[in-house]
């Protein structure tokens, strides 16, 4: 009895100690972000001195509105959102097609495709940057959102092997009822097969939404006039002035964080669980 | 007149037939794999091989490129250097921290998801938005580091702004992304049989004993996918000397400090107009990764421990 209550006591002391660890370390990993939200609501000149004022004493709301107009935030803001659905729209409907045709279609050649484009993945994604720029130059496609929406059009590898890997394991005889019924294939793939892969497309979602909002080095090549800029090139932009006031900066940036925070928050579960299942399934 | 019709309703036409449809349904990933792979795999080659500014048509100069790059080009070394510390410095600590981070959180204990959504939010926020911000933090008079220090009495170093110090303090905030790693492994470590553990424990196993001979090589496929992704990876970092070490639109840092070679060529290409040597640094860099991938596969039959299905 006492040898099960002392080993008790051991494990909620050894948790106390590492939750107590963990809690401090989280706190100093995150103290970046915090000191963020305070400078955003700070006046410049608390910023800048010396010992600084940790906790504003009077809250700068106006640093908001003026650090977004310096940046113009909203029409940037809507060319982000325009890129990132396009880009959401692509990827679905690609990588549903292909994951599905490579799962389960039966046609030649398909085990040496799937190989091929698994193992794309691994080729270092700098070896295409200048070509694929000087193709676009030549369509005198530079400038326009076309580089940055039609490659998501032609499915990531990625995505794909995740929605194959999840129709493998839907059984067969789900769409065998279907094709007795005189089903096709693009008919069991909206019907049957997507009911089922809702897991796996929305976290295709989540997760591409994220990646064209953080996307920097094609809009940095490809999107000269300011006007067509998205929100990283603003955000980045305005970072190197050298003039610029940290609390203004610093009220932008967390705009430009939000959208991406919030979404974490509502799918969390989609980010914790997909990425992982994902990578381990794969191996095996 | 019967019998033919039955003949038609029995043979598909050709696009009807699964291996035309097949076809027709990985189509966007076919053309993807022919611009984005194949395309550039065979012109790569021949681009490193050429000089072009981008609007006259390109020269072919045969090895001038690369004379240049290994004999005068004096940032070319630098990059080299830097880009090798950095990934020496970013790879196996990521993979260490993110292990031993996701070991301590793989525990039922109080606030447990709280605390891995933490560790976790920095992977979330937009890389852009998350190194402008540490650039500020990093700040040598009115960044959080040096004033947190301030409160102690030391003066802090100058980080991203001093030669000695910038590729650590970038190397720092790639390390601050540790949660992608961890999250993983997490994952990796949940699918680990509990019959594992609970036979160690019988055999009075103690927790050290269990991390390197039950998770370790359980884990092993995970860790080994991860060492490959994350040196692809961080061979290939941009975004931090381009942000981080950027002052008036130049990135790479004090005295090509934190010029890596992704950034070098990206700056040979697009700020210099020399694509042709870009492509030649591309050439380089490309075979880097691929003799480092092959290393890792090479030693990894040795280590890595397949579960086996039967």
Redesign the interface.
């Given at each position: 009895m006492s040898v099960i209550k002392s080993k008790k006591k051991k494990r909620f002391i050894g948790?106390l100690l590492?939750?107590s660890?963990?809690?401090i370390l989280?706190f100093a990993?995150?103290?970046?972000?915090l000191?963020?939200v305070t400078?955003a609501l700070k006046s410049n000149s608390s910023?800048?001195s010396?010992?600084?004022e940790w906790i504003p004493k009077e809250f700068h709301w106006e640093n908001f509105p003026e650090g977004l107009a310096a940046v113009s935030f909203f029409p940037r803001f809507l060319n982000t959102v325009f890129i990132s659905i396009m880009c959401v729209i692509g990827q679905v409907?690609?990588c549903s097609?292909?994951g599905?045709?490579?799962a389960r279609?039966?046609?030649?050649g398909?085990k040496i495709?799937f190989y091929?484009?698994v193992g794309?993945m691994?080729?270092?994604?700098?070896?295409?940057?200048?070509?694929?720029?000087?193709?676009w130059?030549a369509l005198k496609a530079l400038n326009t959102y076309w580089p940055l929406i039609v490659?998501a059009?032609?499915?990531s590898?990625f995505y794909?092997f995740l929605i194959r890997q999840f129709i493998m394991g839907i059984p067969r005889s789900f769409d065998d009822a279907a094709k007795i019924d005189g089903a096709?294939?693009v008919r069991i793939l909206f019907q049957v097969i997507m009911p089922i892969i809702k897991p796996a497309v929305i976290t295709i979602v989540i997760m591409q939404f994220?990646a064209s909002?953080?996307e920097?080095?094609s809009p940095?090549?490809y999107l000269i006039d300011g006007k067509k800029w998205t929100l990283?090139l603003a955000?980045?932009s305005?970072?190197?002035l050298?003039a610029v006031e940290?609390n203004k900066?610093?009220a932008t940036?967390l705009v430009?964080?939000l959208p991406?925070?919030i979404l974490?928050f509502v799918a969390?579960k989609y980010?914790?669980?997909g990425?992982?299942?994902l990578?381990?399934s794969?191996?095996? | 007149m019967n019998n033919k019709k039955t003949k038609v309703v029995q043979k598909r036409r050709f696009w009807?037939r699964?291996?035309?449809?097949?076809?027709m349904?990985?189509l966007?990933?076919?053309?993807?794999?022919a611009?984005?792979?194949a395309?550039?795999?065979v012109?790569?080659i021949f681009?490193s091989f050429t000089e072009?500014d981008?609007l006259s048509p390109a020269k072919f100069v045969g090895l001038k490129n690369y004379i240049y790059m290994f004999t005068t080009d004096p940032s070319f070394p630098k990059a080299i250097k830097a880009t090798f510390l950095y990934v020496l410095m970013t790879v196996p600590l990521t993979l260490v921290f993110g292990l031993l981070l996701a070991v301590?959180?793989n525990?039922n204990?109080?606030?447990v998801k709280m605390?891995?959504?933490?560790?976790?939010?920095?992977v979330?926020?937009?890389?852009?938005?998350a190194l402008?911000?540490?650039?500020?933090?990093y700040d040598p008079s009115?960044g959080?580091i040096n004033?947190l220090l301030?409160?102690f009495g030391i003066k802090g170093p100058k980080w991203l702004q001093s030669e000695d110090t910038a590729l650590v303090s970038m190397a720092i905030v790639s390390i601050?992304g540790v949660g992608s790693m961890m999250?993983?492994f997490?994952?990796?470590m949940?699918?680990i049989s509990s019959e594992l553990y609970e036979a160690a424990d019988v055999d009075g196993a103690n927790s050290i004993q269990k991390f390197f001979r039950i998770t370790i090589p359980m884990m092993s496929?995970?860790l080994f996918?991860?060492l490959?992704t994350g040196l692809?990876t961080a061979?290939?970092a941009?975004?931090p000397p381009?942000?981080l070490t950027?002052?008036?639109?130049v990135g790479g840092g004090p005295n090509y400090a934190t010029y890596l070679l992704?950034y070098s060529?990206?700056d040979k290409?697009?700020n210099g107009f020399k694509?042709g040597y870009?492509?030649a640094q591309?050439m380089v860099?490309?075979v880097i990764?691929m003799i480092f991938?092959a290393i890792v596969f090479r030693f990894s039959n040795a280590y890595v421990y397949?579960?086996s299905?039967d």
């Open positions: 948790n590492r939750g660890f963990l809690w989280s990993m995150l103290m970046p972000l000191w963020m400078a910023i800048m010396i010992p600084p409907i690609s097609f292909v599905y045709a490579l279609i039966r046609f030649p398909r495709w091929l484009f794309s691994m080729l270092p994604s700098m070896v295409g940057l200048i070509p694929v720029y000087r193709l130059t490659p059009f032609l499915g590898p794909t096709g294939h994220q909002w953080n920097y080095l940095l090549i990283s955000v980045a305005y970072s190197t050298y940290w900066f610093m940036d430009y964080m991406t925070l974490f969390q980010f914790m669980q990425l992982g299942s990578t381990t794969g191996l095996k | 009807q699964d291996g035309f449809i097949g076809y349904f990985i966007p990933s076919l053309i993807g794999f611009i984005f792979v395309y550039p795999l012109v790569a681009y072009w981008g301590m959180l525990h204990m109080f606030s605390l891995r959504t933490l560790f976790y939010l920095p979330v926020l937009p890389s852009v938005a402008v911000l540490w650039k500020f933090v009115y959080l004033q301030a409160i601050w999250i993983i997490l994952s990796g949940q699918s496929p995970v996918l991860q490959i692809i061979f290939q941009f975004n381009q942000l950027n002052y008036s639109g992704a060529i990206y290409a697009f694509y870009a492509m591309v860099l490309f990764i991938t397949y579960e299905n």
